[in-house]
């Protein structure tokens, strides 16, 4: 299921970095309305959001499709991420542990260590996490907009002769 959503997110990135494109050449040009900062800022966390979920999105998968290749089929053992322990780390195999929640994949030792498999896990959360914050700081800049023009309205008003 999740190398499905993976597919999805995969085939998503080029549309969501046309549609960055096309905002930032937007931007550029001239003939903006006057409250386009606002518009950006909420169009910007948007995006940011939607990057963080297909970077999780493709984690996901990532996760999934080495579980999977890892229980079925010749050459399947020791699964893909483990393959580049130390030959000394390597003798001692007994496992693997995928992890759904961040994505990731561990090796587990006979005696009961587990360590960190390889692959893109590590720079995907890295982006998930990034895009997530990014989000959320956009979010709170466009919070802080609106209370900035509300109180310099409020400004305006209060001093205008009755």
């Not at 549309?15 to 800022?41: H, N, T």
């Not at 998968?61 to 483990?82: K, T, Y």
Request: hydrophobic share 55%; aromatic share 8%.
């Amino acid at each position: 299921m999740f190398v499905l959503l993976m597919f999805g997110a995969v085939l998503a990135v080029p549309v969501w970095a046309v549609a960055v494109l096309v905002k930032l050449v937007s931007v550029v040009l001239p003939g903006r309305r006057p409250d386009w900062v606002r518009d950006l800022l909420r169009w910007c966390a948007a995006m940011a959001a939607a990057a963080a979920v297909l970077a999780y999105l493709i984690g996901l998968g990532s996760v999934q499709w080495d579980a999977n290749e890892a229980e079925s089929g010749a050459g399947s053992s020791p699964a893909l991420p483990c393959r580049s322990l130390d030959p000394a780390t390597l003798d001692h195999l007994a496992g693997h542990e995928p992890s759904y929640l961040p994505p990731g994949f561990d090796c587990v030792l006979d005696d009961g260590r587990v360590v960190a498999g390889t692959g893109a896990y590590t720079w995907l959360n890295t982006l998930t996490v990034a895009f997530a914050l990014a989000a959320v700081v956009l979010v709170l800049a466009v919070g802080f907009l609106d209370e900035f023009r509300a109180r310099a309205e409020r400004r305006t008003d209060g001093a205008a002769p009755a």
